[in-house]
């Protein structure tokens, strides 16, 4: 009597592990996607704190009592250092500053600038189109 021992899968169980990836793949990628993307607006609200460090160790110096105004990574005695792309601008006094950031790539997912949209008249940090602003107040 002659055996055959086969070995191996069927063509339906690899069909079925095919399909099982498939899924998988549909569901994680559009998701890596949208936290890649999440990262662009994470840039741009770390580069306002990291310019409002810069400002605070600006006015550390006591005789630093006015702010410099524009580009705080072109304005003398800040040289704030921010995400390639990126813009921004300091605006106000040295009570009440306003840092805007702008989203140089304009990958930052519009649902997550809906869920963190800045209020002017409450001074509540957030974003506006591409624009993150932050703000700084003093006493």
């Known amino acids: 009597m002659i055996t055959r021992n086969q070995k191996g899968f069927t063509l ?17 990628i559009p998701n890596f996607i949208e936290y890649r ?6 840039r741009a609200e770390s580069d306002a ?10 006015f550390a110096i006591p005789s630093h009592t ?13 040289n704030a250092k921010i995400t390639t792309g990126n813009t921004a601008d300091v605006q106000g006094n040295a009570a009440a500053i306003t840092i805007t950031v702008t989203d140089g790539s304009g990958r930052c997912p519009q649902k997550y600038r ?3 949209v ?10 506006n189109n591409l624009v993150y602003t932050k703000y700084m107040m003093g006493n």
């Open 66 to 78: 006015t702010l410099p105004t524009g580009d705080p990574t072109q304005a003398a005695n800040l």
């Open 114 to 116: 809906d869920a963190m």
């Open 118 to 127: 800045y209020n002017a008249a409450t001074f509540k940090d957030g974003w």
């Open 37 to 42: 993307n999440k990262s662009y607006c994470s």
């Open 12 to 28: 339906i169980e690899l069909m079925i592990v095919i399909a099982i990836i498939g899924i998988l793949a549909a569901i994680a």
């Open 49 to 58: 704190n990291t310019i409002a460090a810069t400002l605070a160790d600006y």
